[in-house]
């Protein structure tokens, strides 16, 4: 199990190397990207997105709250509750938590404010927004 813990946390930052790690909000500063974590750290704020069976053909419904409002230093988990693999993916150069297998989750800290626009790379009519106020 650790073995696959490491291989995951692998696969989510290797990608990262080499990226200016910008991400442009919709002001006009732009702020950094939001950065994939292992588990929402203790005693910090932290919400859940829940992806609900079936969740491949609920289109926004798919992660529950599809819109989520969460302070700036806040961690967001997404639990897959599912009976297949989903992702949650940044449309922009945020985060990619690769394929989150049935019963699994994935943690992104959110240190600045912004509006991050995501989808299920796997299925793409699955689609949420983390607004960091």
Known sequence: MRTAHLLLAAALVLPLI????????????PSPAPSPSPAPSPGGPSSTVTIPMGASTLGRAAFNPADLTVDAGATVTWRNGDTVAHTSTSDGSGW???????????????????????????????????VVR
């Not at 019963?103 to 927004?129: D, E, K, L, R, W």
């Open 18 to 29: 080499g990226c200016d790690g910008g991400y442009s909000s919709p002001s006009p500063a």
């Open 96 to 130: 990619n938590s690769g394929s989150v297998a049935p019963g699994g989750q994935f943690s992104v800290a959110f240190p600045n404010t912004g509006t991050f626009p995501y989808h299920c790379a796997i299925h793409p009519g699955m689609v949420g927004t983390v």
